[in-house]
């Protein structure tokens, strides 16, 4: 559930920020309410899956 | 968790100062201190029928119900093991015929359960109104058992996590009443996890000799093709259909476009397929039930998620009444 090589994000002002997709996207909404924001460590460390758990 | 009370948008802003979480107790001593006293627990999740009776008889709690959640109990047929029988969709449909879904409600479930006619319960996105759910027709389903070569029967193994072993139980009770031969397995999370959760398999899928595995998804994006859809049939870590070009195909459309009326007509479609084709054993769509300290105005989410914007607490709640904590 990754955005696709070539989206951007531009900051427009502290409470808006604005995606820019190669090409439509008819998941991107729900992409955003999956998002995930771990610790780096997290990633670096543990990562997904049952076996790090 | 404190509240931030610089957020930016009024209209979300929290109406409580602190909500602590703690995952230290477990849930029959959450819920203990909850129904006997206050000041230490005031919410309890993920509920069982049978809790909430007891709930009920407390001077301290009450029981809240959430109806229309995002959830749908269901069943994984194995597609992946060696010879699999499920290929054949004539099993598949027997099997879905063979459930009696109202019973399987009102005795699994004491009623806190709503039909599904396919993958989504009704509030999902794509949610079809104009699909039945599998009636009940037992001699149809021992029709198609004849059909697909199981005159005299087929044995099968099911296995269940613990939370959904009285669902288990009567459905193994119905499957048998057709036919069909049923050795029942109850597992623990992480076992459950190691038969079907395609990443962390103790032995390749094709060496998984379960027949029909007990789950449930909710879906926090209520978007089905991702977490539904993708995660249980199209390469996701649940895939036991296995490849499925008509699925793959609608699924491709859903996502190149954002015209949210063509998505949901490409969703429906998706669900009369599935439905047609009895990828899943589609059971039923839970009611969530919690525990909720009386002087709390619990407000849970469809999504089942404990997001607690809304929730706020009256003037009777311990934290802030003058005369303080009940004894």
Known sequence: MNFKP????????????????????????????AMHLGNRQFYRELGWGEKSW | MEANTEYWDHSRFPRVKRIVFDNTLSQKDALELLKTGEGRVDLVTELSPLETL?????????????????MTVFGHFNNRKARSPWRDARLRQAVNLAINRQDLIRYATRGNGVTVPAFLPVQSFGYDPDLAPYPFEP????????????????????IAPEDLEVQATVVSK????????LELQILDTTAFNRKTFLSSLEQPPEEQTWDIALTSQGDVQ?????????????????????????????????????????????????????????YFLFLYNPIQLYAVNKAVTFVPYVT???ILTETSVTDQHWSVRQDGIKP
């Open chain 1, 6 to 33: 070539g989206s951007r994000l531009e900051i427009v002002t502290p409470q808006i920020v604005r995606f820019i997709f190669p090409e439509p996207d008819g998941g991107a909404l729900a992409k955003v309410v």
């Open chain 2, 222 to 278: 209520n978007f089905p093709v991702y977490l539904h859809y993708h995660d249980h049939a199209l390469g996701g870590p649940w895939d036991w259909v296995s490849e499925e070009p008509e699925l793959r195909r609608l699924y491709e459309l859903v996502l190149g476009t954002v015209d949210r009326e063509r998505q949901q007509t490409l969703i429906r479609q998706m669900e009369r397929h599935t439905r047609d084709q009895a």
């Open chain 2, 54 to 70: 007891r709930v009920a008889e407390s001077p301290f709690a009450t029981g809240v119900k959430n109806r229309g959640s995002l």
């Open chain 2, 174 to 181: 119905m499957l048998e009443q057709v036919g069909l031969n």
């Open chain 2, 139 to 158: 001699d149809k389903a021992r029709h198609l058992l004849r059909g697909a070569g199981y005159a005299d029967g087929l044995s099968l193994t099911m």
């Open chain 2, 304 to 306: 089942t998620r404990l």
